[in-house]
C-alpha cells in the first residue's frame, strides 16, 4: 500500500500537512460541549450534535490522556424504574422538579463516576487529561501568537478550576440545567439508568463562552484542529537529529527515523489502517537477513507522505470522487496529474455505488444519479482536452481480509479515455436487454408502476452475482464468490481476462436466477402483479439488465438484434406465448381456474437444458388450446379475441424459429438468451385482460 500511497503523494498538488501522531480523531461517542468562564467556573453544557469528524485531540502518547477533548462515564449510577423515568418525561415542569429533586438527593450520596475507587480522589485519566495535558501542550504554544490564544486562554482557565473542582462544577451546573426542564441527553450524561449505560463513554468538548472576545475561532472548530496539527508538525520538525543519514530510502527520500513505528489513519469504513505492518515472526523477513526496518527502509519524510496523501484521498468531502466505501471495501481514485475538471465528478461512485440514496435500485434513485448521467458528466468535463484524457489514473481497492490488517486487493490503472470508452461499453452492454418490464402496483389505489431493467453500477453487479434463490423466488441466499475487483474487471479489463471473467460470472447467474427470473416470468405473463412493497422488485430491475451486460462482455458482437434473432431468445418468446395462450383457455374454458403452472412455465426448465426437446414437447401439448383458439368466435374483449391474437403471434414466431438451428444441448449464452426471450415484452397489445385487475384480485 506505501508504493500506491507515495505515488498518489507526488499526484497531489499542494500536499497538505499530514495529521501529526498525537492528533486523533474522535470517536463516535455522544458528544458535550463544556464551557468555562474566566473564573474557571463551568457555565454551560451543551448537547453536541454536529459533525465530530474535522475535530481533533491531543493525545501524547497511547495512554488514553487528552485535550482539550477527553472522554468521560456518566457521572452517576442510579436505578430508577422505566415507569418513573417515562412519568418524570412527560410530567409538567413542576411535577418534573419534585422527581429531578428525587432524584438529586439520591445521586448525592453516590461516588461518582471520575473518583477512584481506592483512594476516593480524582482517577488518574481524569486527572492528567484536566492537568497534565494541558499543562504539556500549554509549554509549547508560541507566546504572543493571536491564532493560539483561545486555546491558551481554555488552558489558563483549566488551571485554575483544577481537575478536583472540574467534575463538582460539572455535576452542579448539569443539575442547575436540569432543574428547570428535562433533557434526555443532558440526563444520560448526568446519571445512567443501568449497568450497559454506565459503561458507555462520552466525548467532553472543552470550549469558551466568550471565545470571540478573545480570538477568531471557538476550540470546537476544524480551525484551531488545524492550528493544532501545524504547530505539532513544526515542533516535531525541530526535533530531528542534524546527523541523520545520508542515505536514501526506499523512495530515494532521506531514511531518517527508518526504524520508527507506522503511523496509522482512522480511514471511512476501515477505521484505523497502519501503513506497513512487518513483523519478526514472518519467515519471510529473514530471506535477506534482515528483518522489520532493515529489510526496507522508509524514512519520516516519505512515511509523512504517505499519510498525508491518504487523508487527503480519504476526506469526507472527497466522497464520490476521491474515495467510496461499499460492503467492506474501500475504493480510492486518484490521477497522476492535477485534473481540475474532475474536481465534482463522482469518479469514485462511478467505480462502486452512487450513495445509499440509490442503493438496492430504489424508486427514489434519479435519472441524474444514474450510471449514464454520471459518465456522461465526466465526458463533458473532459470534451476538447486531450491531453487531460490521457492522463494516467489509478483505481486502488483496499480491504481487511482478516478483520485486522488492510490488504491492496485490487489496483487498476488506465488512462481516462479508456476508462470513458469501457463506462460507454457498459452502458452499450446493458443497452443489449430486451425492453422487458414487470407489473406491479403503486403505492395509491390503482396506481401501476412497471418494473424496468436499470443500470446497474460494478458494486451491484458484484453484489447481485453473490445473491441466490434456493427455490424459485424463495429462500434468498447469499456467496461470497465474487467480488468488487472482479467487477472491475467487467468494467476496466480489455483483454480477454473481461470475456473469461464475464463467461464465469454469466454461468454463476444461471445457477443461482434461473429459477427465480422463470418464475417472475410466470407472475408477468399471468397478470399475478406485484405488491408497491414487494423487496423483489430491485431483483427484478437489476437481473434482466446484468444478464444482458454479461452477454454483451463474454460474446463478440453482441447487440440487441442479434440477441432477439437468436433461435434461444425466440424460444423463449415462444414459450411465452404459449403461457398467455392457456391463461385465455382458462379464462374461457375453466371459467378463470387457472392451474399452478402455465405450459410455457412448465417446459422453461427443459427448454434451458435441450431446447429441441423442449419444442417437441410444446408441439404436442399446444394443440388442444390451438384448436380452441381457432375454433371459437371472438365476443367482444372476451378471452376469445385475446387468444386469437396470441395464436398468430405463435405462428410467427415458429415460422422464424423454422429457419434457424435449434441446439440440441444450451450453452450458457442459449440460456441467457432463452430466458430474455421469456420476460420480453411482446410487439403490439399483448395485456391478457382488457381490463385491469384490481389490487384486491
Known amino acids: 500500500m506505501l508504493n500506491e500511497l507515495l505515488q498518489a503523494a507526488n499526484a497531489i498538488p499542494n500536499l497538505p500537512d499530514t495529521l501529526h501522531k498525537s492528533l486523533k480523531t474522535l470517536p463516535t461517542y455522544p458528544s458535550y460541549k463544556v464551557l468555562l468562564d474566566a473564573s474557571g467556573a463551568i457555565t454551560e453544557v451543551l448537547p453536541w450534535d454536529n459533525d465530530l469528524s474535522a475535530l481533533r485531540k491531543w493525545q501524547p502518547g497511547g495512554n488514553g490522556f487528552s485535550t482539550p477533548v477527553f472522554s468521560s462515564l456518566p457521572l452517576y449510577r442510579l436505578d430508577l424504574d422505566k415507569s418513573f423515568v417515562e412519568v418524570a418525561r412527560n410530567a409538567d415542569v413542576n411535577r418534573w422538579a419534585d422527581a429531578f429533586g428525587q432524584i438529586r438527593g439520591r445521586c448525592a450520596g453516590l461516588k461518582g463516576s471520575w473518583t477512584d475507587a481506592k483512594r476516593g480522589n480524582v482517577n488518574e485519566k481524569s486527572s492528567r487529561s484536566l492537568a497534565d495535558v494541558p499543562a504539556q501542550l500549554s509549554a509549547i504554544l508560541p507566546f504572543g501568537d493571536p491564532d493560539y490564544a483561545v486555546l491558551r486562554s481554555l488552558l489558563e482557565r483549566l488551571q485554575r478550576l483544577t481537575p ?62 488545524e492550528l493544532l496539527n501545524a504547530l505539532l508538525v513544526r515542533t516535531g520538525s525541530t526535533d530531528e537529529t542534524s546527523d541523520a543519514p545520508s542515505m536514501p530510502d526506499a523512495y530515494g527520500r532521506l531514511a531518517t527515523d527508518a526504524g520508527e513505528k507506522f503511523a496509522d489513519v482512522i480511514v471511512p469504513g476501515l477505521g484505523k489502517v497502519i501503513l506497513r505492518a512487518m513483523t519478526r515472526d514472518a519467515s519471510c523477513q529473514y530471506r535477506y537477513g534482515k528483518a522489520d526496518a532493515d529489510s526496507f527502509r522508509v524514512g519520516k519524510d516519505s512515511r509523512k507522505r504517505a499519510k498525508s496523501a491518504l487523508e487527503y484521498l480519504t476526506q469526507n468531502e472527497r466522497r464520490g470522487k476521491t474515495w467510496q466505501y461499499r460492503g467492506g471495501n474501500l475504493f480510492l481514485f486518484y490521477p497522476e496529474a492535477e485534473l481540475p475538471m474532475l474536481a465534482n465528478a463522482e469518479v469514485a461512485d462511478i467505480c462502486s455505488l452512487p450513495d445509499d440514496v440509490d442503493d438496492e435500485f430504489t424508486e427514489q434513485a434519479t435519472a441524474a444519479a444514474s450510471f449514464e448521467a454520471r459518465t456522461e458528466r465526466i465526458a463533458i468535463a473532459l470534451e476538447g482536452m486531450p491531453r487531460e484524457s490521457e492522463t494516467l489514473v489509478h483505481l486502488i481497492v483496499l480491504r481487511k481480509p482478516d478483520g485486522h490488517r488492510t490488504k491492496v486487493v485490487s489496483h487498476h490503472t488506465f488512462t481516462m479515455r479508456h476508462f470513458l470508452v469501457s463506462a460507454k461499453a457498459w452502458v452499450t452492454g446493458v443497452r443489449t436487454s430486451p425492453p422487458v418490464a414487470f407489473a406491479r402496483w403503486g403505492k395509491a389505489k390503482g396506481e401501476r408502476n412497471d418494473i424496468t431493467p436499470v443500470q446497474p453500477f460494478p458494486y451491484q453487479v458484484a453484489s447481485w452475482l453473490n445473491t441466490f434463490w434456493v427455490r424459485g423466488d424463495e429462500n434468498q441466499g447469499r456467496f461470497n464468490t465474487f467480488s468488487p475487483e472482479d467487477a472491475l474487471t467487467l468494467l476496466l479489463a480489455t483483454d480477454d481476462t473481461e470475456r473469461q471473467m464475464a463467461q464465469r460470472a454469466l454461468r454463476h447467474a444461471l445457477a443461482g436466477w434461473a429459477g427465480f427470473l422463470v418464475a417472475a416470468g410466470a407472475r408477468e405473463h399471468a397478470s399475478i402483479m406485484l405488491k408497491a412493497s414487494d423487496k423483489r422488485a430491485a431483483a427484478l430491475a437489476a437481473l434482466p439488465a446484468i444478464l444482458a451486460l454479461l452477454l454483451f462482455k463474454s460474446e463478440p458482437n453482441t447487440s440487441q438484434e442479434r440477441i432477439m434473432a437468436s433461435s434461444a431468445f425466440l424460444v423463449g418468446r415462444l414459450l411465452a406465448l404459449a403461457d398467455s ?13 387457472v392451474p399452478g403452472q402455465l405450459l410455457g412455465n412448465a417446459l422453461m426448465q427443459t427448454a434451458l437444458e435441450t431446447p429441441e426437446a423442449a419444442l417437441a414437447l410444446y408441439a404436442q401439448r399446444i394443440l388442444p388450446y390451438q384448436a380452441w383458439a381457432r375454433t371459437r368466435q371472438p365476443q367482444g374483449n372476451g378471452p376469445e379475441k385475446l387468444a386469437r391474437h396470441f395464436l398468430n403471434q405463435l405462428g410467427d414466431t415458429c415460422s422464424e424459429i423454422s429457419l434457424l438451428d435449434i441446439p440440441e444441448r444450451a450453452s450458457d449464452a442459449d440460456k441467457a438468451q432463452l430466458i430474455l426471450g421469456y420476460l420480453a415484452k411482446s410487439p403490439g397489445k399483448t395485456e391478457p385482460n382488457p381490463t385491469e385487475p384490481t389490487q384486491e384480485d
Open 581 to 593: 395462450l392457456h391463461l385465455q383457455y382458462c379464462e374461457g374454458v375453466r371459467n378463470g381456474s
Open 164 to 225: 478536583g473542582r472540574f467534575f463538582p462544577e460539572l455535576v452542579r451546573q448539569l443539575e442547575s440545567q436540569l432543574a428547570t426542564a428535562y433533557d434526555e441527553k443532558l440526563f444520560k450524561l448526568y446519571c445512567a439508568t443501568s449497568e450497559a449505560e454506565a459503561a458507555k463513554s462520552c466525548n467532553l468538548l472543552l470550549d469558551l463562552p466568550d471565545w470571540d472576545e478573545i480570538g477568531d475561532y471557538p476550540i470546537t472548530s476544524a480551525r484551531t484542529a
